[in-house]
């Protein structure tokens, strides 16, 4: 699948589809950090991946998962995730 379906399948999915979306990548999200991640999901752009995730997503997220959970979180997609994220 390339990056911009992939982008497309996140920002359309559910709740349980994201989280199996996750149980592909195996990492692991409690369904509390769900409820406050999903939402996010409809931000993603594929400009991302040239400028990086801006501040306020990133603010959000630590807002959501504390310092060390996000820091932890974004280690492990972009180890995981497609070679495009790297």
Known sequence: M???KFI????NCTKKEFKQILKGFDVKLSDKEIEGVHPL???IS???LVLGVPNA???KLIQILGEKRAITLYEQLKEK???SFR
């Open 2 to 4: 390339d990056i911009g």
């Open 8 to 11: 497309i399948q996140l920002q």
């Open 81 to 83: 995730g497609p070679s």
């Open 41 to 43: 999901l409809q931000e």
């Open 57 to 59: 997503i990133q603010q």
């Open 46 to 48: 594929i400009t991302w």
